[in-house]
């Protein structure tokens, strides 16, 4: 009876709806880490469904340190996780983007891969192949181009001790520097992409402003650009690019800048901005925490900031989690669910994590939660869930 | 007579009197319980009109008769391609079941017409009849990326080349087998070994003329792209925008029912993975059901492209498949669970050389771990037309088609249009040579636009 329901479903024009605003999905448990706050950057799906997350204990500048990277199946199971890096400088500092079957992550010192297929992580790039020395990453852009080639990413790195940064494309498929452009010494205060182009904010003896790059082509603009003063050192801050032609850069907390092509401005919020999301549609929102944690979100219109308050959104899914949220355990090749009353990963609102999260779907994003941490030996440890959540911006 | 000649002559005769036997039983006036039931001529004469060289003509005709009536059938054939037939019917027979009749039995003539085109006739051995066919298909194309490194932004050479060969057997009593096999060439631009590929490898059983029965592996028959057998295509590919729609070939069994004015397909097939990768050593199990309905006002109008019907034929059908899998986890437990439904709605007409077909597919694959849907929507329209120019036939192409992928998950719009035409060389109204040339303007999903144009030519036999 069910095929011949669906099927006169489809046949009459049905469709297939995704999460609800606020709605709380299925969880997927990871593992248990260390640390109240196990990790900086929220999961990310690529284009089979496929779950990579990395944890990593922010430090006091709240720079992750090194964790594990794994990948959860679309179908099912997670991969045993490998660690992002060694050292004080492996923690995952922002993913690059995925395909349909491979994720990549940056660490200060490389590029990695991450292979849902076998659950491994491979280091792609930590050499500088000119010098032979140690590579420094100093920011990666969430891009990645596919192509009949391969697949490209790009990032501003320095060799060794030499303090000169390169723009370089990065082929990802075999780990090698497809093209370099000088740029000097640079600080780099904020990364980001959009309309296929990577974005990084940097500074140097000229002042700050936004640099424009595509794969292989190299620099193709630059967006001048008054940023806040920043100390460099901790995370690298996000810039987001709206379809209305609003610029945001978030470069740490009530530190901003916000406005079009013709030039970017620092500006002021009344919460204490985290990150930039972007909307299905193509609109910037600040978000942030206000009094009590509260979940605050502004959007941006015309390179302005406008109606900035509460996001209701936000709140809701954070008192479901609370309330209990259901949490498939898939340890031992089984599928156990079990209830959960969990919170935020990151600290803060499960939707407010010090990066962008990527889009999960249309309509909704996936968090990480936490249960409530227990003690082992002095270290707090708490367990990992992915949970989808539906999202709804104001 | 050179032996070319005997061989034309042999395949003249059989197709006339296949013809025209086949039509004296619906012409026949005593069929006022079943319609098309078959009555066994009374007599049959056959002439041979003309024989010139390596091709012949010859004429058939065929009486039956019963109680209540006769009916008349004359077929003419030739080895150039044609085979026609006109009935008559006296008696109790209705107007309209003359019609009817008439109708049926230019089906039947557009068949045998595609059938004579083979060089090889029909073996026989007591009550076994096979037949082989194929064809050879060289192809020739040049595609540009302009995204793409150096290495890879021209890629030329012959892939798309195939050879492909069938074999169908009527074994008798209404048991048939059926065969098609495809071996085709690597990539344009790097040599890499080739590929075979069982499309068809069918048993069926016909136990009353509206009713069949088979068993084995086969397209399923959700949508006309893939209900259109790669033997019956004019254009050189199935249009690219059906790689997100189309199954693979799975092995089932199917049970369809034919009328000239209806046809109904029900099946039950092993559900072959989707392409969602699962764990290792995990297992995905689940089988897939398929139905398709088409509604032929005008008369039978087979899925084949180049179907030059005398009179209109319009077909307006629709089909769907579901299948509900369970991925079991390495340890054998059940694990998530998914259901996959892909629908289609397709218009087509044919009216001599004109064939038009357009389609609206779509995919929705949900499953109960990730709430991510996988949403598809797209659609196509292609055209042909086929008409004489002095001494070959001429047939412009055209194609176009847009699908957008992932709709609920991670947006991304794709198609293709195709313009280009087929010239048939060979002799006026034969299929047995033909060189079809196609530009193509194509835009993945994922990796951008590519331009390419490709050549094919296509040798039956």
Partial sequence: VKPALALLATLAGGCVEGLEPAEVGLGRRVGMFPGAIAATLPPMTDRAGNIYVATGMPDDTGTPQPGVALVGGARGGWSEGCATGEGARGGALGWIGATAERGWLWTATAIVELDAATGACRVVLDRDPVSDSDLVVLAAAPLVDETVSGVFAMAIVAAGTDPAAHLITIDLDLGVVRSSAALGTVDVLAVGAGGGDAAFAIRDGAGTRIVLARPHAGITGSIAATMPDVATGGLVGEIAFGTDGSIAAVLGRDAIAIGTAGGLATDSIAFAARTIERDDGGTLWLVGDGAGDMPQVAAIAGGRIVNAGEWATARAIDDALSTGVIVVDERGGMRVATRWTAHGAHGTSALVAPRRAPAYAVGARAVLVADPPVDRGGIPYSQLAVVPVGVEFP | ?461
């Fill in chain 2, 1 to 461: 007579v050179t032996p070319a000649g005997r061989i034309a002559l042999a395949v003249a005769v059989a197709v006339a009197v296949a013809v025209t036997t086949i039509a004296a039983a619906p012409a026949s006036a005593d069929r006022t319980k079943k319609r098309r039931a078959k009555h066994t001529p009374t007599s049959t004469s056959v002439r041979i009109v003309d024989l010139v060289g390596d091709s012949a003509t010859a004429t058939a005709t065929a009486t039956a008769t019963s109680g209540t009536g006769t009916g008349t059938r004359t077929g003419t054939a030739t080895t150039t391609g044609t085979a026609t037939s006109t009935s008559t019917a006296t008696g109790t027979a209705t107007i309209d079941r003359v019609a009817s009749a008439i109708t049926e039995t230019d089906a039947a003539a557009d068949a045998d017409a595609a059938r004579s085109e083979y060089l090889v006739p029909e073996l026989r051995a007591g009550s076994l009849q096979a037949r082989l066919y194929g064809s050879l298909r060289p192809t020739i194309g040049v595609a540009h990326r302009e995204t793409a490194v150096e290495r890879d932004r021209w890629a030329y050479g012959f892939a798309g080349s195939r050879i492909d060969v069938g074999l169908d057997v009527d074994v008798g009593r209404g048991v048939t087998g059926s065969l098609y096999v495809q071996v085709a060439a690597g990539r344009d631009d790097v040599a890499t070994a080739g590929t075979v590929d069982l499309e068809r490898a069918l048993v069926s059983y016909q136990p009353i003329d509206v009713l069949e029965i088979s068993v084995g592996r086969d397209y399923v028959p959700m949508s006309a792209q893939s209900a259109t057998p790669s033997e019956a295509r004019v254009f050189p590919t199935r249009i690219a925008i059906d790689e997100t729609f189309v199954l693979p070939a799975d092995v089932g069994l199917q049970v369809t029912t034919s009328t000239s004015l209806l046809t109904a397909m029900v099946g039950a097939w092993n559900g072959v993975a989707t392409d969602v990768m699962l764990e290792p050593g995990a297992e995905e199990r689940g089988l897939l059901y398929s139905a398709r309905i088409e509604a032929t006002p005008l008369g039978k109008l087979a899925f084949d492209e180049r179907t030059r019907p005398s009179s209109l034929r319009l077909g307006i059908g629709a089909g769907a498949t579901y299948r509900a899998a369970t991925a079991f986890t390495p340890t054998g437990a059940a694990g998530s669970r998914s259901r996959d439904l892909r629908a289609a709605a397709a218009v087509r007409v044919a009216w001599r050389g004109l064939f038009v077909q357009g389609e609206i597919l779509r995919r929705q694959i949900t499953d109960d771990l990730s709430m991510r849907p996988d949403v598809a929507t797209g659609g196509y329209v292609q055209a042909s037309w086929r008409f004489a120019a002095g001494a070959v036939d001429v047939a412009p192409l055209a194609r176009a088609g847009i699908e957008r992928v992932r709709a609920l998950s991670a947006p991304a719009t794709g198609g293709s249009l195709e313009l280009g035409g087929a010239v048939f060389p060979f002799a006026r109204g034969s299929d047995r040579l033909s060189i079809a040339a196609l530009y193509a303007h194509l835009v993945d999903p994922i990796l951008g636009a590519s331009d390419e144009v490709r050549a094919q030519l296509r040798l039956g036999f």
